[in-house]
């Protein structure tokens, strides 16, 4: 046992700093957007205040002994439920989903807060001994374990965050070491929901795709007809899911299978949102001169369009440092998983990674106009207390877990 | 098992990134162009709503100029597609009746922005405006209308395609004209429709203000129908006319012909457009001859009726033949004037010192802007006496070695008229704003009191003669005295004085006790007549009439003047009853003499010889001119024989020969002679 490390080899360096840059990206995008605006001229000043408070809870995180997170995954999950169902109860409704509570001045998300404690949930169940995430029943419960709060989340309902929710689940459920057939009886579901938006006749193909699967897998009768049961249902639960969800929400998904029905609704955001950053062309119009964030074409700018500010003002250039930073800190935490020396640590880390990556990829790709606009913020970026804290939370517990990898207990 | 696993996960990161890259490349770089267009289109820029331009109005509120307010419809050629150039098309032709192919050729063969229509009125336009197809766009377009097409048209000027004021009123006022564009920032929602107007980064369209004009509309019709018809008369290239109230200083009218239609100014050439009246500068030959005689009767240089040998119109000066188109013997000064004797003038003219001439033509006016509110305004030329040649003054004071605008001579005889002060002279009466506030008053602004009031009567009654008995009969009013002073001067062509063009002008004024109107008239290169007093005054002589049947506060209680046209009989009841009187009186019907002949007393082809024994030259040659009878004078001074005699019938082939003696002064009236 070693005492004394060089500092570089207790704290990461790279990955603290990208995401200190991000931070600061994001307060130069806020500040911009938000500085002539009537209503959001305050959304600065607040989250300079969440970025400070962030720091601090990434220290804290980084300094807590290795094992404190392990102890508190099953209360702080029971919390996140209790938070989840209370939202339902008592939230607040905001663009159309009720997911916040207001507490004072400031509101907080539970779904932020659940999806870190999904995440130590999820890994420190999967690294349970005898484990066999091959083994149906135990896919099946570390599957309910996800499922529980994104079912939750999809009452809000949030699509984007259960969307989130669902890959960091495959993520874990992938990096416990899962085989292809299992794989094949998490994924299938997901294809057969996919088909069915696109009518009848998809969903048939994709069907009889599924059973000429299950024919090349041989698995006994029981387990294939058991898995094809479950895609059939989620077909029709989906199409029963699709029915009951909000119209702005049905709208946002017809727009994105078809962008043209519908230019000036749900479409304007992502349509405005690429015309700005098409418009910063390769050097950016300069900070505070972006005319589309200025006259302030996309609503909201601050929160899920934040990267469209970028893209205007600092151009291809600063679009492209920003998508650089993040894929510093993806390949950082990759990094950081193999290393970890226990496989909770290294769950939780490609657990983070997952619920990163997919706020990342969605954000972005939103904002570029090739993913459906489905309000998710940009980690670090966006406007938002909870996002940031919670992120800088996960961050602080990576290092944790980075500090201590080489320790043995 | 972890390796692969990160392996594959890194694959995933990798195909993102490089995804996301090119997106960035393809939107950002690629086709920045077409997005940095779209950005600029449809970003609610602050809105700019024009304010319109203010109007100018006659002084009696006629509206000469105001601003029209037209669309102009765009179509961006880049953003269209072949069903949107259809349904534009099919839109546009049923609105304009124009056929389709038309929009369609037109937008096919366009680059970038293609204006399909141009100036729409609103009312058609309208409608057109609320249809929204992407690439479609219009704009409003003011234009300047003036009612009265070329009416005053070098006063008013005219507005570029900016409407900005290149002319006239439009470019001297065009700040007081140009209101303040309205400048409005809206708020919008996520639709982009507009929710409200931000109040405090918008300002208000203000509409410019009016200019009140102290043109009289009608003066202004009849002179330049005059002019105009005048030129055509008369031949010649160009006319101007002025007409001024002489107590203020006010421009009544302005005009030039060939004049021009300021909403198509760029079809007329710069010639028609320019306003000589100030632009101009010419000799102004004969009609400097009273401000000259002015000048020495303020300084008491000569007297009314002093004689002077005028050499029979020739007169050899410093090796300079200087000639009279009136040739007489001898004219009193006041004569020199009524025939404009330069024979004369330069006789009168070595009384004058360099100085005080150079001061008081300086004092008139001359050689210095009158300061009027129009623009491009010229000075004209006038020698300092030390550069005054053993000529100049000679030349001077007939006209010569001179250069002045027609504003500066109408100026001046204000002057003359008015009772000896100088006025500068204005044509903007007001500015009001468009709340109805007075922002600018002109009043009439005296410059400079250059001659007395007595020099002033004395003169002006001198150009009553002009008109009554002398060069400028032509100008005579049937209901009011007027006076004026004829003008011809030769065009200095290629440096030397042009025999066939001639500037003919008039200067006259009415009625001549309290003078109201001074009016200019030049025709320049006139081809019939070339003297002032056949070009120039015929001319004045119409508008005046014109004006005085048109406004009838001008010329209130019309009394028609009864001319006495035996000036013998006047002659020898002067000379019975000694030629005591300095002005001479012009009689209004039923004052008096109620027994005197009408004023023309040869109608048709016969009639009788009149009495011309004792009579100057220049009334026998009047009055035989008048009659159209052919004459031969011999001799010089009074008339002592006639080869008709007076009571005879005479036809209008009969030659009349006059013998005349100059000691016929001396001599007793010997009528059987």
């Not at chain 1, 249902?233 to 009951?244: M, Q």
């Not at chain 2, 008995?469 to 032509?474: K, N, V």
């Not at chain 2, 009689?587 to 009495?611: A, H, I, W, Y």
Request: hydrophobic share 45%.
């Amino acid at each position: 046992m070693q005492i004394n490390y060089k500092l570089q080899d207790r704290f990461d360096f790279v990955l603290f700093f990208s995401g200190i840059a991000l931070i600061i990206f994001g307060l130069a995008a806020i500040y911009s957007s938000t500085v002539n605006h009537p209503t959001a001229s305050g959304n600065f000043q607040r989250q300079i205040l969440f970025a400070a408070a962030s720091v601090v809870i990434l220290f804290v995180a980084y300094a807590l002994p290795a094992q404190t997170f392990k102890m508190f995954t099953l209360p702080t999950y029971g919390l996140s439920l209790f938070f989840l169902v209370a939202v339902l109860l008592v939230g607040k409704t905001v663009y159309g989903a009720k997911s916040w509570f207001g507490i004072g001045g400031f509101g907080f998300q539970p779904s932020e807060f659940a999806k870190f404690a999904t995440i130590l949930m999820l890994a420190n169940w999967l690294t349970y001994k005898n484990r066999d995430i091959n083994n149906f029943i135990d896919l099946t419960i570390a599957l309910a374990i996800g499922f529980i709060p994104i079912l939750l989340i999809l009452l809000e309902p949030d699509m984007g965050t259960a969307i989130v929710f669902s890959i960091v689940v495959l993520a874990l459920v992938f990096w416990s070491g899962i085989n292809l057939f299992g794989i094949f009886v998490v994924l299938s579901p997901a294809v057969v929901v996919f088909a069915s938006l696109f009518g009848v006749y998809p969903f048939i193909a994709v069907l009889l795709l599924i059973i000429a699967a299950l024919l090349f897998f041989r698995k006994d009768l029981f387990n294939s007809i058991t898995v094809f049961v479950i895609n059939l249902s989620a077909g029709f639960f989906f199409d029963y899911l699709f029915k009951i969800l909000k119209p702005h929400q049905q709208k946002r998904i017809e727009s994105f299978l078809d962008p043209s029905a519908d230019p000036l609704g749900s479409g304007y955001n992502a349509l405005q949102a690429k015309v700005a950053i098409g418009s910063g062309g390769l050097f950016g119009k300069g900070f505070l001169e972006g005319s589309q964030t200025q006259l302030r074409f996309i609503p909201q700018q601050w929160t899920d369009f934040i990267y469209c500010v970028i893209g205007e003002e600092f151009g291809f250039i600063g679009s492209i440092v920003v998508v650089i930073l993040f894929m510093i800190i993806f390949l950082r935490l990759l990094d950081i998983a193999t290393k970890a020396k226990d496989k909770f640590s290294s769950l939780v880390i490609v657990g983070f990674l997952a619920m990163l990556f997919s706020h990342f990829a969605i954000n972005v790709g939103m904002n570029l106009g090739i993913t459906p606009v489905v309000g998710l913020p940009l980690p670090f970026l966006s406007y938002g207390g909870s996002s940031l804290l919670v992120n800088m939370l996960m961050l602080g517990v990576v290092l944790n877990i980075y500090k201590n990898r080489k320790l043995h207990t | 098992m972890i390796n692969s696993r990160a392996l594959f996960l890194t694959g995933i990161l990798l195909i993102v990134f490089v995804t996301l890259v090119a997106k960035l490349f393809t939107i950002q770089i690629a086709k920045n162009e077409y997005y940095s267009l779209l950005a600029e289109k449809q970003q609610n820029k602050p809105v700019v709503v024009r304010a319109e331009r203010g109007l100018i109005k006659g002084l009696n509120g006629e509206v000469l100029s105001f601003t029209r307010d037209y669309i102009s419809f765009f179509v961006d050629t880049r953003m269209m597609n072949a069903k949107r150039v259809d349904s534009i098309a099919a839109l546009f032709s049923k609105v304009f009746n124009k056929p389709k192919f038309f929009y369609k050729k037109m937008i096919d063969e366009g680059v970038n922005n293609v204006c399909i229509e141009k100036k729409a009125p609103m009312e058609k336009a309208i409608e057109l405006k609320k249809i929204v197809i992407e690439g479609m766009f219009y704009q409003e377009d003011f234009s300047r209308v003036y009612p009265y097409g070329s009416l005053a048209s070098h006063v008013i000027g005219y507005v570029n395609k900016d409407i900005v004021g290149v002319e006239g009123i439009e470019k001297k006022y065009n700040k007081e004209l140009t209101g303040t564009d309205g400048y409005f920032v809206f708020e919008r929602d996520v639709l982009g429709r507009i929710v409200s107007v931000n109040e405090k980064l918008s300002s208000p369209t203000v509409s410019g203000n009016q200019i009140i004009l102290t043109i009289n509309k009608s003066y202004q019709k009849i002179l330049e129908e005059e002019l105009s018809a005048g030129l055509k008369k008369y031949g010649g290239e160009s006319a101007v006319g002025i007409i001024m109230n002489p107590n203020t200083g006010e421009i009544l009218a302005l005009a030039n012909s060939p004049d021009f239609d300021p909403a198509n100014y760029q079809l007329f050439s710069a010639e028609a457009r320019r306003n000589r009246a100030l632009t101009d500068t010419y000799e102004p030959g004969s009609t400097i001859k009273s401000i000259v005689l002015a000048i020495m009767l303020e300084k008491n240089l000569i007297k009314e009726d002093e004689v002077i040998d005028t050499e029979m119109g020739n007169y050899i000066y410093k090796n300079v033949k200087i000639s009279d188109s009136h040739p007489f013997a001898s004219l009193t000064v006041r004569e020199a004037l009524e025939q404009s004797s330069n024979v004369g003038m330069t006789k009168l003219s070595f009384r004058l010192n360099d100085d005080i001439l150079y001061k008081y033509l300086r004092d008139f006016g001359f050689s210095n802007a009158t300061q009027i509110d129009l623009p491009s305004e010229a000075e004209g030329l006038l020698k300092k006496p030390d550069r005054f040649s053993g000529l100049t003054k000679a030349f001077m004071s007939f006209g010569y070695e001179l250069s002045v605008t027609p504003l500066q001579i109408i100026s001046a005889y204000s002057a003359l008229v008015n009772g000896g002060t100088l006025h500068q002279p204005y044509i903007v009466s007001s500015v009001v704003s468009n709340t109805g506030n007075i922002l600018l008053e002109n009043k009439p602004k005296k410059i400079r009191t250059v001659i007395s009031k007595s020099t002033s009567d004395k003169i002006k009654d001198f150009m009553v003669g002009v008109v009554e008995q002398g060069t400028g009969t032509a100008a005579q009013l049937e209901d009011v005295i007027a006076g004026g002073k004829t003008g011809t001067s030769q065009r200095l062509m290629n440096n030397s004085y042009s025999s066939s063009h001639h500037n003919s002008s008039f200067v006259g004024f009415f009625p001549a006790d309290h003078p109201k109107i001074v009016a200019f008239i030049l025709v320049n290169a006139p081809q019939i007549g070339k003297y002032g007093g056949l070009v120039a005054a015929p001319i004045f002589q119409k508008v005046s009439k014109r004006m005085i049947e048109a406004d009838l506060n001008l010329v209130p209680s019309k009394k028609k003047i009864h001319r006495k046209e035996n000036f013998v009989e006047q002659l020898i009841a002067d000379l019975k009853t000694a030629p005591k009187k300095t002005t001479r009186s012009y009689l209004n019907v039923g004052e008096k003499n109620e027994n005197d002949q009408p004023r023309k007393f040869f109608n048709g082809n016969r009639t009788t010889m009149p009495n011309l024994m004792n009579k100057s030259i220049r009334d026998v040659v009047a009055q035989l001119n008048e009659l159209g009878l052919k004459y031969k004078v011999s001799g010089t001074g009074k008339v002592v024989w006639q080869s008709i005699e007076p009571g005879a019938n005479i036809y209008q082939d009969s030659i009349c020969i006059i013998k005349c003696d100059s000691s016929i002064k001396k001599a007793t009236t010997n009528s059987n002679l």
